[in-house]
């Protein structure tokens, strides 16, 4: 056990997955899920196969953002599962551990040289996965996706033109323009039987001559769209003939639901609007490799590559390239067990939401391994001076503190994603499927008794 685990294993098994500790080793052991677990869904909780997902990994104490910052904020204990941030709770691969090991045991950390592997690791996971062929010298490594959309928006846009988004969008959408001086506008979605879609006729009238960008982000982060290539295409012409310039952000792009297919923005049936886009990309969701510090972007076009380029500097860690190498390399049945295990997750929230919870709107996820859930009715519900007494900007963020208060859980604002983000709550499903059942269990409990 390693120092970490066992210097917060109490503390964890005080607080989260208590019963889900407990549960899992039972449940593992006996290759089958607790009655009590499969009562309430008919989603079994082990997925089975070469990897374990369903042992709680404890993240406590290793400064993660998901479960020690609101660790931080919430000093009183109240705060028990973290629900937020992207990043998910599964141990990694054990091809990343191993490399990460080996390279340990070289004794010295100076300048990296050659970046061709990890380039080669991208062509072909790009090539195989997702049929995109990418030259090379197309691609520029970056030391994470902000970079990256921040120099494209510094060298598209000038300061205090605009940048388009369809919102509800990742809120570090708004913060890469704050850094690149360039205002944002949302263009907000409309939902159509269950679905969040492009509100067409409105995004072409926000296609004014002071919007220089608009970001496609594939899949979208908070609502989930796996966009169609159709789908792609009329917003790829729409820039087009408004000389705007098509950042797709597509960080998501493995974690693709099944029945859904993800297609890359630099694949779509049209060379002029391949040419008029930059592509982000990383496996950091993939392997969660967030913190390893890795990414990169390509275009189809060398002028537009060449233009990004000359905003953009990033360095990279030698053991995030190490990892990503590996991921890149070994990971690949890894990680194709987590998406069978992450889809699963997403079926165990739906029928819970809908059995348990039927005050709260469920909106089924096309990809992402995070979930936007409708809280309005909650919201509403509660007295609006007990909300206020929380003190923060927005009711949403009321309601997070509100809800950690009530249930120990901690989920995102809707607000922060922007216009349309009222009412919404975005929760990450990655994690064991035991700790999932514990904490639906504990929001059910607070939202039943408003
Ligand atoms: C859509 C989207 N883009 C970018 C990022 C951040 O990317 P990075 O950590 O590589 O800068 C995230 C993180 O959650 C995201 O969801």
Redesign the pocket.
């Known amino acids: 056990m390693s120092k970490i685990t066992e210097l917060n294993r109490r503390k964890f098994i005080k607080g989260a997955g208590m019963t889900a500790l407990a549960g899992a080793a039972g449940a593992v052991a006996t290759g089958a899920g607790t009655a009590a677990a499969q009562n309430s869904s008919s989603i079994p909780l082990l997925a089975g196969g070469k990897y374990d997902f369903d042992t709680p990994y404890n993240r406590v104490g290793s400064n993660c953002s998901r479960w020690d910052s609101p660790a931080r904020r919430y000093p009183d204990g109240v705060f028990k599962y973290g629900m937020g941030?992207?990043s998910m709770d599964f141990e990694c691969a054990p091809c990343i551990t191993e490399a990460l090991t080996e390279r340990v045991l070289h004794h010295n950390w100076g300048y990296l040289g050659s970046s061709q592997p990890l380039r080669d690791g991208i062509v072909k996971w790009n090539g195989e996965r997702h049929g995109v062929d990418l030259a090379p010298d197309s691609i520029t490594i970056s030391d994470?996706?902000?970079?990256g959309?921040i120099a494209a928006l510094r060298s598209f846009v000038p300061i205090g033109n605009k940048v388009l988004l369809t919102s509800p969008c990742?809120s570090?959408f708004y913060s890469m323009a704050r850094a690149a001086r360039v205002d944002t506008l949302d263009s907000q979605m409309r939902y159509v039987n269950g679905r969040y879609e492009v509100d067409w006729e409105d995004l072409e009238s926000k296609m004014t001559p002071d919007v220089r960008a608009m970001i496609v982000?594939n899949p979208q982060?908070p609502t989930g769209n796996v966009w169609t290539q159709d789908e792609l295409l009329r917003m790829g012409r729409l820039a087009l003939e408004h000389n705007i310039v098509v950042l797709a952000?597509e960080?998501?792009s493995d974690v693709i639901r099944s029945a859904h297919k993800y297609t890359p923005f630099a694949s779509v049936p049209d060379e002029e609007v391949v040419n008029n886009s930059v592509s982000?990309n990383?496996i950091?969701?993939t392997f969660n490799l967030?913190a390893m510090k890795n990414?990169y972007f390509y275009s189809k076009s060398p002028t537009m590559l060449a233009r990004v380029n000359q905003y953009h500097r990033a360095e990279l860690s030698t053991l995030g390239v190490v990892a990503n190498e590996a991921a890149y390399q070994n990971g690949a049945e890894w990680f194709d067990q987590a998406n069978v295990y992450l889809d699963d997750n997403h079926h165990f929230v739906e029928s819970y939401v809908k059995e348990h919870m039927p005050s709260v709107g469920y909106t089924r996820n096309e990809g992402t391994f995070m979930t936007f859930l409708d809280f309005s009715r909650v919201i509403a519900a509660i007295d609006p001076d007990e909300l206020a007494q929380h003190g923060k900007n927005t009711p949403e963020a009321n309601f997070q503190d509100w809800l950690t208060h009530k249930s120990g859980v901690y989920l995102n604002p809707g607000s922060s994603y922007g216009t349309g983000g009222d009412g919404h709550m975005r929760m990450n499903v990655a994690s064991s499927r035991l700790v999932l059942r514990e904490v639906f269990d504990a929001m059910a409990e607070a939202v039943r008794k408003v």
Request: glycine share 10%; hydrophobic share 45%.
């Open positions: 941030v992207a994470g996706v902000y970079p959309v990742y570090g982000c982060n952000d960080i998501h982000f990383a950091s969701k967030a990414a």
